[in-house]
């Protein structure tokens, strides 16, 4: 089972700004940043334009990262 969420600072468009996600959703997102050949900063900001005002940015990254293995499952299976 996953710990309390950790409070981590990324930049987005030069502004810092701090994220909590649970331990696993880190590494998860680190990973995906990592296959897609970008530094995890560039990855954070791309889903903050992309995301809904009303949606906060954790959640956000966690629904990016569930997509991203979610549809890496559904290429494979």
């Not at 996953?2 to 930049?11: A, F, V």
């Not at 990973?31 to 959640?59: M, Q, Y």
Request: charged share 25%; hydrophobic share 40%; glycine share 6%.
């Amino acid at each position: 089972m996953s710990g309390p969420p950790i409070k981590r600072s990324l930049t987005l468009k030069g502004h810092r700004t701090s994220v909590s996600l649970e331990d696993e959703f880190w590494l998860a997102f680190r990973e995906i940043a990592k296959a897609k050949g970008k530094p995890i900063n560039v990855l954070a900001a791309e889903i903050d334009v992309a995301r809904d005002p009303e949606t906060g940015l954790a959640s956000a990254i966690r629904v990016f990262v569930l997509n991203w293995y979610k549809n890496s499952q559904d290429k494979t299976g």
